[in-house]
């Protein structure tokens, strides 16, 4: 059930709008507003799931991975690398309470992280 509150339900219902790269009936992946490096990209299940700590389908989140590396390569960040960051609760600095994945690339990533 989406939440109503949810910023990142209402990207995948369309309520906001969002530059979307890829999709299917379980996950959505669209482009950051804020883009940390030249693709930067969100992953996220189109179920409301509050974050990471909460996820419950642990196959689901191996489909989730496989879905992000498709995109990786269908955006063409997949042969020089790209990092994926899953910021979870407070002290991850989790700012939107819907599992996503940041899929950043385009250029090196330092380490290590702030
Ligand atoms: P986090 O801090 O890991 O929760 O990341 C949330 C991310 O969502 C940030 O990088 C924001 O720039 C991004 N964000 C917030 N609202 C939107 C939106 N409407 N469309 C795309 N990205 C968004
Ligand atoms: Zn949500």
Redesign the pocket.
């Known amino acids: 059930m989406p939440e109503a509150d949810c910023?990142f339900c209402k990207?995948v219902s369309g309520a906001?709008p969002?530059t979307v790269v890829k999709r299917d009936p379980h996950f959505v992946a669209?482009?950051?507003?804020?883009a940390q490096a030249p693709t930067h990209l969100?992953v996220i299940p189109t179920e409301h799931i509050t974050s990471l700590d909460q996820a419950r389908d642990d196959a689901m989140l191996g489909r989730l991975l496989g879905f992000t590396r498709e995109l990786a390569r269908d955006v063409g960040i997949a042969e020089r690398g790209y990092r994926v960051v899953v910021?979870t609760k407070a002290d991850g600095?989790?700012?939107?309470h819907h599992l996503?994945l940041?899929v950043l690339g385009g250029r090196f990533m330092t380490w290590p992280p702030g």
């Open positions: 910023i990207v906001i969002a669209f482009k950051d507003i804020n969100l910021n600095g989790q700012t939107v996503h940041h």
